[in-house]
Antibody, heavy 116, light 107 residues
Framework: QVQLVQSGAEVKKPGASVKVSCKAS????????MHWVRQAPGEGLEWMGW????????NYAQKFQGRVTMTRDTSIDTAYMELSRLRSDDTAVYYC?????????WGQGTLVTVSS | DIQMTQSPSTLSASVGDRVTITCRAS??????LAWYQQKPGKAPKLLIY???SLESGVPSRFSGSGSGTELTLTISSLQPDDFAIYYC?????????FGQGTKLEIK
């Protein structure tokens, strides 16, 4: 079965960067785009962008342009999302999610806390 | 960006009730809409895709309808497990956008 397993919770200071990983199994990794979606505490879902796991090309939401980088390592079926210049309002659970247009498979989420 | 507006924001209902949640898009999204259920501390769970297609394993009491700018999710007879937050998501155009959520609570 399809599984997306994310890295563990992170605590970062303002201005730092964070890199979250998402290891996929149960499907052909390069056959599907991978999305990243975040959810601030008590808030709704916010789409951040996707990575074409085959080519490495990415499409980022304008809000995150210049601060987010999505990459992948096809040798270990893992996608990464790095967010830089962290602010307190970046505190959120970050999800990777496999694309079908809609999103049938989600990682378990990674809590990133930004605090001085 | 396409704005997705859900109504109501909160819905109080009882077990056995029939409930409907509406998602309005700021421009036509054809039928490129998904519905998700989210419970506290959990990732969203896909219920419906392409406006009305039921995801495998989802109970048939969930149904979706509509196209264009107004789409709906209906739960025909609420069960205790259904009290959660529901989100719509358009995948017609990037950036993908979600509705703000509808909290379904026990009356």
């Amino acid at each position: 079965q399809v599984q997306l397993v994310q890295s563990g919770a992170e605590v970062k200071k303002p201005g730092a960067s964070v890199k979250v990983s998402c290891k996929a199994s149960g499907h052909t990794f390069t056959g599907y785009y991978m999305h990243w979606v975040r959810q601030a505490p008590g808030e709704g879902l916010e789409w951040m962008g996707w990575i074409n796991t085959n080519t490495g090309g990415a499409n980022y939401a304008q809000k995150f342009q210049g601060r987010v980088t999505m990459t992948r390592d096809t040798s270990i079926d893992t996608a990464y999302m790095e967010l830089s210049r962290l602010r307190s309002d970046d505190t959120a659970v970050y999800y990777c999610a496999r694309d079908n247009g809609y999103i049938p498979y989600w990682g378990q989420g990674t809590l990133v806390t930004v605090s001085s | 960006d396409i704005q997705m507006t859900q109504s109501p924001s909160t819905l109080s209902a009882s077990v056995g009730d029939r409930v409907t949640i509406t998602c309005r898009a700021s421009q036509s999204i054809s039928r490129w809409l998904a519905w998700y259920q989210q419970k506290p501390g959990k990732a969203p769970k896909l219920l419906i895709y392409e406006a009305s297609s039921l995801e495998s394993g989802v109970p048939s009491r969930f149904s979706g309808s509509g196209s264009g700018t107004e789409l709906t999710l209906t739960i025909s007879s609420l069960q205790p497990d259904d009290f959660a937050i529901y989100y719509c998501q358009q995948y017609n155009t990037y950036p993908y956008t979600f509705g703000q959520g509808t909290k379904l609570e026990i009356k």
